[in-house]
């Protein structure tokens, strides 16, 4: 299975890994805080 960073790759835009990083970052943080707006609201 292909990985998004090896799609981006293949489309011409050059090593994206730094961004991969930062992209799986920014996901860490909304599902924490998602999951903070969830237990407040019970």
Do not use: H, P
Request: aromatic letters at 10%.
């Amino acid at each position: 299975m292909r990985t998004a960073a090896a799609a981006f790759e293949d489309l011409g835009y050059g090593d994206v890994s730094e961004f991969m990083q930062l992209l799986e970052e920014v996901r860490t943080l909304l599902e924490a805080y998602s999951r903070s707006i969830l237990d407040s609201a019970s």
